[in-house]
C-alpha cells in the first residue's frame, strides 16, 4: 500500500510564527487531505488538495503531485492552532492511508 | 453541508457483549464508507472500506467475524464490534465520501470512544 510520511513529528512554535508542514507519499493518489484533529477527536476538514494550492485565511497547501509531496502552511500561528495535523490519502485502489500525523504545540 | 454523524458519541460495556456503531450521512449520499480505528497518541488506522449494498472490505490483521459491518443505504453503515475485550477499547471514527462530489473526499464523523471493562 501507499506509504505516507509526514514531518516534523512535533513542532513548537512562539505565537505569531510561521510553519511548514510536509507529506510525502510513496505513489500516485487521486485524493490528498489535510486535517485539524481537535482536542475532542474530531477531524476538521482543512483542505481537499490532491494537487495544485489553496488558500483559506491563515492556512495555505500546496500539493506537487509528480514529486508526490504536499506542504501545509501555517501563518501568524495561534494558540488555538495547536493539535495534531493530518495528511490522508487515498490510491488509486481507493484505499485510504494516513500519515503518523505532526504535533504542533502554540505557545503563547 | 456534507455532515456525518455517529451513535453513540461514547459507549462503556462489560467484556463479552456487542456493541453497534452507527455512522450516517445526515445531508448527502455516500458512495462508500470508511472505518478506522485510533489508539491514544496514533494516528488512524483504516479497518475496512464498505460500499453500500456490498460487502465491506477488510484490512489485513483485523477480524471481519469480531467487526460486522453493514452498509444498508446510502446513508447508514454499522461497524459492530461482538464479544467485545479490552484490548478493543479504542476510539471508531467512520468518514463518509459524498457521491457526486470531489472525487473520494473524505467527511468525518465525530468518532465515538468505546470502553470495555
Known amino acids: 500500500g501507499i506509504q505516507v510520511e509526514q514531518s516534523p513529528p512535533d513542532l513548537i512554535l512562539q505565537e505569531g510564527a510561521n510553519s511548514t508542514l510536509r507529506c510525502n507519499f510513496s505513489?500516485?493518489?487521486?485524493?490528498l487531505q489535510w486535517f485539524h484533529q481537535n482536542p475532542w477527536g474530531q477531524l476538521i476538514n482543512l483542505f481537499y488538495?490532491?494537487?495544485g494550492t489553496k488558500q483559506n485565511g491563515r492556512l495555505s497547501a500546496t500539493t506537487v503531485a509528480t514529486e508526490r509531496y504536499s506542504l501545509l502552511y501555517i501563518s501568524s500561528s495561534q494558540t488555538t492552532d495547536s493539535g495534531v495535523y493530518f495528511c490522508?490519502?487515498?490510491?488509486?485502489?481507493?484505499?485510504?492511508?494516513f500519515g503518523d500525523g505532526t504535533t504542533l504545540t502554540v505557545k503563547p | 453541508g456534507a455532515v456525518v454523524s455517529q451513535h453513540p458519541s461514547w459507549v462503556i460495556c462489560k467484556s463479552g457483549t456487542s456493541v453497534k456503531i452507527e455512522c450516517r450521512s445526515l445531508?448527502?449520499?455516500?458512495?462508500?464508507m470508511f472505518w478506522y480505528r485510533q489508539f491514544p497518541k496514533q494516528s488512524l488506522m483504516l479497518m475496512a472500506t464498505?460500499?453500500?449494498?456490498?460487502?465491506?472490505?477488510?484490512e489485513q490483521g483485523v477480524e471481519k467475524d469480531k467487526f460486522l459491518i453493514n452498509h444498508a443505504s446510502l446513508t447508514l453503515s454499522t461497524l459492530t464490534v461482538t464479544s467485545a475485550h479490552p484490548e478493543d477499547s479504542s476510539f471508531y471514527i467512520c468518514?463518509?465520501?459524498?457521491?457526486?462530489?470531489?472525487?473520494?473526499?473524505?467527511?468525518f464523523g465525530p468518532g465515538t470512544r468505546l470502553t470495555v471493562l
Open positions: 464498505s460500499n453500500e449494498g456490498s460487502k465491506a472490505t477488510y
Open positions: 490522508a490519502v487515498v490510491g488509486n485502489a481507493g484505499k485510504s492511508t
Open positions: 505513489d500516485s493518489v487521486n485524493n
Open positions: 468518514s463518509a465520501i459524498f457521491r457526486g462530489g470531489s472525487f473520494n473526499e473524505q467527511f
Open positions: 488538495i490532491p494537487s
Open positions: 445531508d448527502f449520499q455516500a458512495t462508500t
